[in-house]
């Protein structure tokens, strides 16, 4: 039986790089041929680093979307508040979420970690990079991707957002919408809740160790909440990139979004040419896009 | 900083049941108020349990969409060769794969685990309790639900399927698409890969336990198979719900898809009147949307 742990296998198995003739390229072959100009590498500046017990996990920041969210995890984050944070939820096909380090009850918190931004959750859309796609999306007129972020558009407001896909990163907060300031993230460990679009200030993507928040034991209550704080598992390092060495940094490139080759890739995804599959899908869901990396080449 | 644990939970805090003049109800409200017609138990005949290292697996079999895999797996669990099986694969963001017990190399393994099966991808629509959500879908023509299993159809060749949803199960095949028979089984532990959508034989979905498989940790080979045999869960058993004790059974019921109940849920999720959400989403994706359950009231 041996042949069948073959299975899905080969239905993602790169293939040879040169293209049989009238044969479309598959994704890989797009990947693999993509020229040096179509790819990127992180800003340090705007990359966060947690230590989780198992393994690092890695943020692309999105200063486009929520400029003043962005700017105050930053300091958050370098003044040492996300040292020693905790992950408080686990809810399975939902959110992982954590929060900076907690405070004894008789000292007073700092205002950075107190104070309620404005809500961002959404931004003007003129004269922005959007790379739409060409498929229906039950929740916008238009999905596409920015800069490297899966996001919607409509026409009609002139306004763009983030949506809500696997590994996207947003801000906590009660129901008041202005009430949240970074201090709690969560970050999507299932399904793209895309309800939750438009309702929420989105600040980033994990770009590497998503593993180490989905496989986190669910919480056992509420809404996925751990019971326990020993059930929580402990941040103990925060860093934003150029705070660390670049050699610490995360080696990869990401494909531009904006680049041919992106384009050509999605089309290979939306109908795939591998002998895998009998039936092209023909279409393409915005959260289904994985954005292309391969390690950082200098 | 305690109020911002409140956080995304008070989007989901059941509401008190009598229903505000002039405020819709919400999608707790419409569940627990749901009549007992539109609830349903599971059928024994058609529910698989596996045990695996940290509790119970449930699986709802779909013999509408699949009935000779659903007959050969049954038939499989049966004749226990689903005991001491083992998770062979765990990827992040998309299905953890599972496998009858393995055979010393000198014994020949039994036609049932070794003989192929035809392909059960898609099914005749005609005269099926088709449940269709009104939104767009950028795989399907039509997106909905039948039997409590998301599902896509296409009235022009009277076609439907199951869909890839969060939680659904599916038989594993090599690149030829008569290849399964079942005795591979893979469960969706990320977004939606809808581009699966009729390349696959759907024979279920999960409907309890479904965190034993998503925190499993990810393997580091290919594709997210595991390198070592001792890396792999043990699936120390496999029953069909009938050859249980009625008490070790689960015991929920499941809202009838075909229910006006459901429809006024559906409804109630695609444009969300709690408090928490400043711009109700007013559409949905079917895998999106989870079957509501309630405890079994006999």
New interface residues.
Partial sequence: ?R????????C?TPPPLAFAQDTPPTSADIIASAPDDAWRTLDPSNTVYLRLPDGGVVIELAPRFAPAHVANIKAMVQQGFFDDGRV??SQ??Y?A?W??R??PDDVE?PAI??TPLDRE?EVNATDQPFAALP?????APEAGFVDGFAAARESETSTMWMTH???VVGV????D?D??NG??L?AVT??????L???MTMIGRVVAG??HL?????GTG??G?YETPEEQAIISSAHVGNDLAPDARLQIEVMRTDSQAFRDYVMA?RS?TE???????G???V??ISVPTRPRSD
């Fill in positions: 039986m042949w069948f742990a073959l299975g899905l296998l080969l993602l408080i939820r399975d096909n959110v979420q929060a900076t907690a405070f918190e970690l107190t959750f498929d229906a999306d039950a929740y896909c696997y590994g906590g907060r009660s129901t919408p009430s949240g201090s709690q969560y299932g399904h793209a809740p895309r309800h679009d438009r309702n998503m593993e989905s496989t986190l034991p669910r509420r809404l909440f995804r795939r002998a895998f599959f009998v039936r092209p899908a279409g393409i869901d959260c289904n």
